[in-house]
């Protein structure tokens, strides 16, 4: 009886493809959660409070291997979810020691943030499907992107950064002046996507991952192309890096006094405590080191002693210029008598003073809007300038749609008190020994557009430097005050402009405009606050070192410096956020092409 034969239209199957076929399909832990919470693991180590920037280079290799994925799409999004959860919740858990009610504020942050991993691989893979693209391109224009949307959407949170592993880093981040951080962004991103692809190329690596082999594209020249031109980027970055850095020294600006209070939130929100004992401690507490933070500060013979965010005493108060003209004389009156206070507070320290404050705007006899100010008042006890905040922090300066979803309050750490500020609306140069300078108050320092615009941006005349007032007080001491520091060297960068910052509770700090945090020299002490002194003349400090930066947070004292000028220019002050706009523009060509080059949209890969 004659054997059946089984024939086929194609080639016979070989043994290494029917092992192949038999071969077990790993999990999809190994294979997808896992690479995914590695890079959530390696972010968290690139950031402080470990600070391994280095490791930014490689922290989303693991997660790329996603993008050539042949497993479900649901669980491909949630292992990149999984791995942004695993990123945010640790990195941000300073912001639950501010209040227990900050708790529920942090979490949701934390899942915020984290959509931006699926987002991003969504992209990313409907780039790698639809196009001939490589990684080395679409990766660094998709996570550019999504860092641009996280920094701007919804009121913003433009905190942990790709670029922001490489603050110290001092020949890399010189490109933000053309670019902004999100330069850096790119370039690391790329350097990730190089290294995956070249990973990818790996036979047991795709089998124990489950990738799909056909998207290796072209042959070992194509990837060598890709080699080069990522290597000749790296080359060119560190290149301009080194010329902006053998520039001309920096001149001499006018002398600062930067106050460096260290007063816990929590004191400070109890001097509104319906408790008599704990209003009075409170105010003996914030009362006695603003006194002795004072004399130290009219001490250093300065030309301006700056203050931190809301740490006086008093108040501000003016008057709408839409106020009822029937009492606007009874009005103007009352304020002139309560701003006295502070006009002489001023004028008993003969030096120009920079108060950090809150302003009340009487709009009617019952009615007023309240500002997150810096304002400045000179030695002889007169209002000069003042300049209100303009880019308030969600739940923490105003409630985000309060009306329609009262419950949103649970996020607030004042609870149902009324606390919103009404935002700025100019960017005030404040006068100062023949120097003009711009402030922004608390995290617009990590904001970059608002930095920028003082270095022309907003086509008036550029300030010679910036000065940064914060209220770190809520965080305790805690990794929020490292990275707050490191966030603000691009700003410096970015505009060229030195960066003096007066933080209550840290780190108060002179950053140049080389992005050089400037060592002060020892603190000397001196009625249980320190004194620190910075020789800034023309550049020539020596930079303080990562890893003496907490020794300035939790401490309390003045911080005495010649602000260095910087006389360059820069692209991106008068340009703006041009690259992360092209990184967008570039993802909708990408999209078009990849669907109207489709013969069959039948035939397409999922994504």
């Known amino acids: 009886m004659p054997s059946q034969v089984l024939v086929t239209a194609s080639k016979p199957i070989s043994r290494s493809s029917s092992r192949a076929a038999h071969a077990p399909v790993p999990s999809a832990f190994l294979t997808l959660t896992l690479p995914a919470l590695a890079t959530g693991g390696l972010l968290w180590l690139c950031h402080f409070p470990v600070a391994w920037g280095w490791l930014g280079w490689i922290a989303l290799v693991p997660v790329l291997s996603l993008a050539r994925s042949s497993a479900k799409a649901r669980w491909i999004y949630l292992s990149a979810w999984a791995g942004g959860l695993t990123f945010f919740l640790p990195v941000l858990q300073w912001m639950r020691v501010a209040d227990e009610r900050m708790v529920y504020t942090w979490l949701g942050l934390a899942l915020f943030c984290s959509l931006f991993f699926p987002l991003g691989l969504f992209l990313i893979r409907r780039i790698d499907r639809g196009t001939a693209m490589p990684l080395v391109v679409s990766v660094p224009?998709?996570?550019?992107?999504?860092?641009?949307?996280?920094?701007?959407?919804?009121?913003?949170f433009p905190w942990y950064f790709l670029a922001h592993t490489q603050h110290d880093f001092l020949t890399i981040i010189q490109i933000s002046d053309l670019t902004g951080a999100y330069g850096v962004t790119f370039l690391v991103a790329a350097v990730n996507a190089l290294l995956f692809e070249a990973l990818y190329r790996l036979a047991p690596l795709r089998r124990i991952l489950n990738l799909e082999s056909a998207r290796?594209?072209?042959?070992?020249?194509?990837?060598?192309?890709?080699?080069?031109?990522?290597?000749?980027?790296?080359?060119?970055v560190v290149a301009y890096g080194q010329f902006r850095l053998q520039q001309t020294p920096f001149s001499t600006g006018p002398r600062l006094a930067i106050v460096?209070?260290?007063?816990?939130?929590?004191?400070?929100?109890?001097t509104n405590s319906p408790s008599e004992a704990e209003r009075k401690k409170a105010g003996e507490t914030m009362s006695q080191q603003y006194a002795t933070l004072s004399l130290l500060a009219g001490r250093q013979h300065a030309d301006l002693i700056v203050w931190p965010e809301t740490s006086s005493t008093h108040g501000w108060a003016d008057v709408a210029k839409d106020f009822p003209a029937l009492n606007r004389g009874l009005a103007e009156q009352a304020v002139a008598e309560q701003n006295a206070l502070l006009l002489e507070e001023a004028r008993l320290s003969h030096t120009n003073v920079l108060f950090g404050l809150i302003t009340y705007t009487l709009v009617t006899e019952k009615e007023s809007r309240r500002h997150n100010t810096a304002l400045m008042v000179n030695a002889n006890g007169r209002y000069v300038a003042r300049y209100d905040k303009m880019h308030r922090v969600p739940f923490g300066e105003y409630m985000p749609l309060a009306d329609t979803f009262p419950w949103l309050k649970v996020f607030s750490p004042y609870g149902d008190a009324e606390y919103s500020v009404t935002p700025?609306?100019?960017?005030?140069?404040?006068?100062?020994?023949?120097?003009?300078?711009?402030?922004?108050?608390?995290?617009e320092d990590s904001d970059p557009d608002l930095g920028r615009q003082y270095a022309g941006g907003d086509c008036g005349p550029p300030a010679d430097f910036l000065v940064n007032i914060s209220n770190d007080g809520w965080f305790k001491g805690t990794s929020e005050h490292e990275e707050h520091l490191a966030i603000s060297r691009f700003r410096a960068v970015e505009c060229?402009?030195?960066?003096?910052?007066?933080?209550?509770?840290?780190?108060?700090?002179?950053?140049?405009?080389?992005?050089?945090?400037?060592?002060?020299?020892?603190?000397?002490?001196?009625?249980?606050?320190?004194?620190?002194?910075?020789?800034?003349?023309?550049?020539?400090?020596?930079e303080l070192p990562v890893h003496r930066w907490s020794e300035f947070k939790k401490v309390q004292g003045v911080l005495t410096a010649s602000i260095p000028i910087d006389h360059r220019t820069s692209w991106y002050a008068r340009w703006g956020d041009w690259l992360a706009w092209t990184c967008w523009l570039g993802i909708a060509g990408l999209l078009v092409f990849g669907f109207v080059r489709r013969p069959n949209r039948g035939?397409?890969?999922p994504v």
């Not at 224009?141 to 009121?155: C, D, K, P």
Request: proline letters at 3%; a neutral charge.
């Open 496 to 542: 060229r402009r030195s960066l003096a910052r007066s933080v209550n509770m840290g780190i108060s700090a002179v950053i140049d405009g080389n992005g050089r945090v400037l060592a002060p020299a020892s603190a000397s002490e001196a009625s249980a606050s320190y004194s620190w002194s910075v020789n800034a003349d023309s550049g020539h400090a020596p």
């Open 141 to 156: 224009i998709v996570w550019t992107a999504m860092e641009f949307l996280r920094g701007n959407v919804m009121g913003g």
């Open 424 to 443: 700025g609306e100019r960017f005030t140069r404040f006068p100062v020994s023949d120097h003009k300078f711009g402030v922004v108050i608390c995290f």
């Open 216 to 236: 290796i594209r072209g042959s070992i020249l194509g990837l060598s192309l890709q080699v080069l031109c990522v290597a000749l980027l790296v080359a060119g």
């Open 260 to 270: 460096q209070c260290d007063i816990e939130q929590g004191v400070r929100n109890a």
């Open 603 to 605: 035939e397409a890969l």
